[in-house]
């Protein structure tokens, strides 16, 4: 499975962006599908899963009500909608695909990692 995450970008606080989550290769439709992410200096942390049909969504408390997770599994793509931005929002946005679609959204427990894009929000 290989997994390219594109959109990120700069935006002033209050902004908002769209990333994406193109997959290749594998059963997409049958993965679950986080976002992490991870700031200079800190660990990787989840952000945002959605389960294999999406039925099910989790977020971190941080982001609850600014960024909404979403999946297009004709498209094999899934996106974060992230509004409101902060800087602390400010970091390496990774997508990854778990091969159990109930995921527990753990870093370690995904299997599949994308290459990050960056996303840097100024005040």
């Known amino acids: 499975v290989q997994l390219q995450a594109s959109g990120g970008g700069s935006v002033q606080a209050g902004g908002s962006l769209r990333l994406s989550c193109a997959a290749s290769?594998?059963?997409?439709?049958?993965?679950?599908m986080g976002w992490f992410r991870q700031a200079p200096g800190k660990e990787r942390e989840f952000v945002a899963g959605?389960?294999?049909?999406?039925?099910?969504?989790s977020y971190a408390d941080s982001v609850k009500d600014r960024l909404t997770i979403s999946r297009d599994n004709a498209a094999k793509t899934v996106y974060l909608q992230m509004d409101s931005l902060t800087p602390e929002d400010t970091a390496v946005y990774y997508c990854a695909a778990d091969l159990w679609p109930y995921s527990s959204w753990s870093v370690e427990g995904m299997d599949y990692w994308g290459k990050g894009t960056q996303v840097t929000v100024s005040s």
């Open positions: 959605i389960t294999w049909r999406g039925g099910r969504t």
């Open positions: 290769g594998g059963t997409f439709s049958m993965y679950g």
